[in-house]
């Protein structure tokens, strides 16, 4: 459906594009929602940025998603609590997890943002892009970061998603823009031609290329 995530990206902006959302700023998931989102904010002229999170994997099985994380001290915690009652875990038993993944947060807060803050504009509209959405872990403890900051709206743009998993982000964003929401997604790599995995130095690179471009255009 998508040739890879430029392509899936500038899908997006188009759509975006109808939808008049004047001031905003960008903010792509890492790894693999940062060329989506680089695309997004080059289209519309807007300036890009990360939120990073890290999803709480099960600890027999680090894909399963429990849950999600974000910040560092004290952190911003998401859990996924009818799953973890069908399974019977407790947040005791993902302590371990946390931490480790807290500390994951900072080593890429420093490679990826050079230790600096997230770009805040409580005013402007906040998009947040990332490659698809199955459980929707990420997507929500990003906006539940944005909104402790006490971001006004906040949209999620995304080529693909669960109509289950939109239907829950709703509770928490102001609007979804989904290209193609399915009844059932079993993996978003499904959806593309090219899906392999983004890697750290091309983060860095699109970072660099987005901030290099917003300064050609008048402010």
Same mark, same amino acid.
């Given at each position: 459906?998508?040739?890879?995530?430029?392509?899936?990206?500038?899908?997006?902006?188009?759509?975006?594009?109808?939808?008049?959302?004047?001031?905003?700023?960008?903010?792509?998931?890492?790894?693999?929602?940062?060329?989506?989102?680089?695309?997004?904010?080059?289209?519309?002229?807007?300036?890009?940025?990360?939120?990073?999170?890290?999803?709480?994997?099960?600890?027999?099985?680090?894909?399963?998603?429990?849950?999600a994380v974000a910040g560092n001290d004290p952190p911003l915690?998401?859990?996924?609590?009818?799953?973890?009652?069908?399974?019977?875990?407790?947040?005791?038993?993902?302590? $371990? =997890?946390?931490?480790?993944?807290?500390?994951?947060? *900072? /080593?890429? @807060?420093?490679?990826?943002?050079?230790? %600096?803050?997230?770009?805040?504009?409580?005013?402007?509209?906040?998009?947040?892009?990332?490659?698809?959405?199955?459980?929707?872990?990420?997507?929500?403890?990003?906006?539940?970061?944005?909104?402790?900051?006490?971001?006004?709206?906040?949209?999620?743009?995304?080529?693909?998603?669960?109509?289950?998993?939109?239907?829950?982000?709703?509770?928490?964003?102001?609007?979804?823009?989904?290209?193609?929401?399915?009844?059932?997604?079993?993996?978003?790599?499904?959806?593309?031609?090219?899906? $392999? =995995?983004?890697?750290?130095?091309?983060?860095?690179? *699109? /970072?660099? @290329?987005?901030?290099?471009?917003?300064? %050609?255009?008048?402010?």
């Open positions: 459906m998508f040739r890879d995530r430029a392509d899936a990206g500038k899908k997006l902006a188009d759509l975006l594009l109808q939808h008049h959302l004047g001031r905003c700023v960008v903010y792509g998931l890492p790894r693999g929602g940062v060329p989506v989102a680089f695309q997004v904010a080059r289209l519309l002229g807007k300036p890009l940025d990360i939120i990073i999170v890290k999803k709480i994997g099960a600890p027999e099985d680090e894909e399963l998603a429990l849950g915690l998401y859990f996924n609590r009818s799953l973890m009652d069908a399974l019977g875990y407790r947040e005791e038993n993902l302590q $371990s =997890q946390i931490r480790a993944k807290q500390n994951e947060i *900072l /080593l890429l @807060r420093e490679k990826f943002q050079s230790g %600096k803050g997230v770009t805040k504009d409580i005013d402007a509209t906040a998009i947040i892009v990332d490659d698809g959405i199955a459980t929707g872990a990420t997507v929500k403890i990003a906006i539940m970061w944005l909104r402790s900051i006490a971001q006004k709206r906040i949209v999620v743009a995304v080529p693909v998603a669960q109509e289950s998993v939109i239907n829950d982000i709703l509770e928490l964003a102001d609007e979804v823009v989904c290209i193609h929401p399915v009844s059932v997604l079993y993996s978003v790599g499904e959806y593309y031609g090219d899906f $392999s =995995q983004t890697s750290n130095e091309e983060v860095i690179m *699109l /970072l660099k @290329r987005a901030n290099r471009m917003m300064k %050609k255009y008048p402010s």
